[in-house]
């Protein structure tokens, strides 16, 4: 089936620092969500990618759809203290048109 | 605050024993769907149902069943309950199939 591979696993980073985290799949998709995660609640809705080159902004988040429609990326500028958690990325295939497919996540740790 | 309600927060029960889970999805959303997150896991699609109807399965063991009821709201049913079980389970909803998807704040399980 699906599957996709998020990649790093953890980051422990400075507060101010810029940090890179992506998904990447051997199938192609059609839809990309990001999603981050605290402890204890549920996953929030952070990015919604619908187009293949795709690149959105929210705050000091972006992300983008690849072109080859194989992967995508997130970007967190000038991390801050509460930008601590776990963020997903999920996919949306022409197979499974409902079904979302959940990278195993990248945990994010900020030092002050 | 995604709109989203699960009920109960937290549940501990014993191995054999069957409970319910219960979820309202946000005002107008006709598509409910449950997700299963193990300790440091990803989470993994159980099932979805869109206006009362089943519309997608994931891997949901036989001992867990759901349902979606006239006013939207969803059940998810676990039965003879394994310490395997133990998990959080997490509701999510969209307003129509194949939009974005909106989660609950969980319900955590704890099988002894």
């Known amino acids: 089936g699906q599957q996709l591979n998020q990649s790093p696993q953890s980051m422990f980073i400075q507060e101010g620092e810029d940090v890179s985290m992506n998904c990447t799949s051997s199938s192609i998709f059609n839809t990309w969500l990001w999603y981050k995660q605290d402890p204890g609640e549920g996953p929030v809705l952070l990015i919604a990618?619908?187009?293949?080159?795709e690149l959105t902004s929210n705050g000091r988040l972006t992300a983008q759809f690849g072109i080859t429609r194989k992967d995508s990326f997130l970007n967190i500028s000038a991390s801050i203290p509460s930008d601590v958690g776990i963020y997903f990325c999920?996919?949306?295939?022409?197979?499974?048109?409902?079904?979302?497919?959940f990278g195993a996540g990248t945990r994010l740790a900020v030092h002050p | 605050d995604s709109g989203v309600t699960q009920t109960p927060k937290h549940l501990i029960t014993a191995t054999g024993q069957r409970v319910t889970l219960r979820c309202s999805p946000r005002s107008g959303d006709l598509s409910v769907y449950w997700y299963q997150q193990s300790l440091d896991q990803g989470l993994q699609f159980l099932i979805q149902y869109y206006n009362g109807e089943e519309r997608a399965k994931g891997n949901i063991l036989e001992r867990f069943s759901a349902q979606q009821f006239p006013d939207l709201h969803s059940e998810l049913n676990l039965s003879s309950l394994e310490l395997g079980d133990s998990a959080l389970y997490f509701c999510?909803?969209?307003?129509?199939?194949?939009?974005?998807?909106?989660f609950g704040p969980g319900t955590r399980l704890t099988v002894l």
């Open positions: 999510a909803s969209s307003e129509r199939q194949g939009d974005e998807q909106f």
């Open positions: 999920a996919g949306r295939g022409s197979g499974g048109y409902n079904k979302l497919i």
């Open positions: 990618l619908y187009k293949a080159g």
